[in-house]
C-alpha cells in the first residue's frame, strides 16, 4: 500500500511563492493519477491539482481557482511529486495533502474514498 508524506508549509505573505513536496514509497501499481488536496478551517477537503502518468501520463488538472498560480509536477525516480504555488492569496491558507487521485477531477471530495491520509502540511497566508 502507497504511503505519502508532505512537507514544505509555512507562513507566506500575499503574492508570495512556497513549493510543497510529497514524498511516497510502497507500491504505486494501479495508480494512474496522484494529486493535491488541501482543507481550509472549517470547510471540506478539495482536489486541487492531479498529474497523470503510466497509461494516461501526461495530463494535469486544475481547480479553476489555481489556474495559472500553481504548478504540480512529479519526478518518479525521486518518488516525490510537487506543488509550487505562485502569488498566494488568503484563500489558499490550509493544509495540504497528496494521494491517489484515480477517477477524480479538481473540486470537493469525500475523504473516505480513500483510507489513508498523510499528516498534511500547513500553508497559511497572512500579512
Known amino acids: 500500500q502507497v504511503q505519502f508524506v508532505e512537507s514544505g508549509g509555512a507562513l507566506v505573505q500575499p503574492g508570495g511563492t512556497l513549493t510543497l513536496s510529497c514524498t511516497y514509497s510502497g507500491s504505486i501499481a494501479g495508480i494512474s493519477v496522484m494529486g493535491w488536496y488541501r482543507q481550509a478551517p472549517g470547510k471540506q477537503r478539495e482536489l486541487v491539482a492531479t498529474?497523470?502518468?503510466?497509461?494516461?501520463?501526461?495530463?494535469?488538472n486544475y481547480l479553476d481557482s489555481v489556474k495559472g498560480r500553481f504548478t504540480i509536477s512529479r519526478n518518479a525516480a525521486a518518488k516525490t511529486m510537487y506543488l509550487e504555488m505562485n502569488n498566494m492569496n488568503l484563500e489558499d491558507t490550509a493544509v495540504y495533502y497528496c494521494?491517489?487521485?484515480?477517477?477524480?477531477?479538481?473540486?470537493?471530495?469525500?475523504?473516505?474514498?480513500?483510507?489513508?491520509w498523510g499528516q498534511g502540511t500547513q500553508v497559511t497566508v497572512s500579512t
Open positions: 494521494n491517489k487521485a484515480d477517477g477524480l477531477g479538481p473540486g470537493l471530495i469525500d475523504t473516505s474514498r480513500f483510507p489513508s
Open positions: 498529474t497523470s502518468f503510466g497509461v494516461l501520463g501526461g495530463r494535469i
